[in-house]
């Protein structure tokens, strides 16, 4: 970790707002969706109220930058794709996530910051320092407290894509180098932030990730996942 690494922190991060941001983050099909649903179901059995959201697509403007964003007939450059991404990323936070996290809400985010840096930096090459610096002002300084990382290879990453038409689609257009080195860039990403990443093995049957979830949440966030 070098202070000129744009994916490290250069300085301590100052205290964020009250609430807790937990971020699901990892390569397609690792699982994220399945792992926020369920942690989303047992705290809401639980009557812990919570905010469920997702990047991209979060708010009115975030769900047609969405739209552009999945549509093959429009095809945008990478720089093109990581405005677009950004510009959904400070909609989202105005719009949803800094109201929550100022009340002292608990968030839980289907990808958030560390996706671009590993699609759009280690996967498509942009630089660091440009997604690093676009993030950081989109976010307005906000960070995850907690990322989830679902760290899938990519040999089993194109089985599951392989049962879903859009997925596989995707997967053929930017092949398997692309996806390795996106998934190599979360490994960087949670080599660097190792504070805040919790690194789970994709491959691990979902009611195990989901045990090591709940023990996580419980160890860093005493009380307020209820256990
Ligand atoms: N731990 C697991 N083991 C095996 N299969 C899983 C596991 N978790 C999820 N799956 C299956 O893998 C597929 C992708 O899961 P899911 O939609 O949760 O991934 P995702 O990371 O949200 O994908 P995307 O990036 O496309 O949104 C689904 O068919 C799901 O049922
Ligand atoms: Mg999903």
Request: aromatic share 6%.
């Amino acid at each position: 970790m070098t202070p000129s690494d744009p994916i490290s922190p250069s300085v301590s991060p100052p205290a964020g707002p009250p609430g807790l941001l937990v971020a699901f983050e990892g390569v397609d099909g690792s699982g994220k969706s399945t792992q926020l649903r369920r942690l989303s179901a047992r705290l809401a059995a639980a009557k812990i109220p919570h905010t469920v959201t997702k990047e991209p697509g979060a708010t009115p403007l975030g769900k047609k930058l969405r739209e552009i964003l999945l549509d093959p007939a429009l095809p945008a450059s990478a720089l093109a794709q990581l405005f677009l991404f950004q510009a959904d990323r400070a909609q989202h936070r105005q719009e949803v996530l800094s109201p929550a996290l100022d009340r002292g809400g608990i968030v839980l985010s289907d990808r958030l910051s560390d996706a671009t840096m590993a699609y759009q930096a280690f996967g498509f090459g942009l630089s660091r320092e440009l997604v690093a610096t676009l993030t950081r002002v989109a976010l307005d300084g906000l960070r995850p407290d907690l990322t989830v990382l679902l760290d899938l290879p990519v040999e089993a990453l194109e089985g599951r894509l392989s049962a879903r038409a859009e997925g596989r689609t995707r997967f053929e257009r930017l092949g398997r180098d692309y996806f390795d080195r996106v998934r190599r860039g979360y490994l960087e990403i949670a080599r660097v932030h190792a504070d805040r990443t919790l690194f789970l093995d994709a491959t691990l049957p979902p009611d195990l990730l989901e045990k090591q979830i709940d023990a996580e949440l419980a160890r860093r966030f005493p009380g307020r996942f209820g256990r």
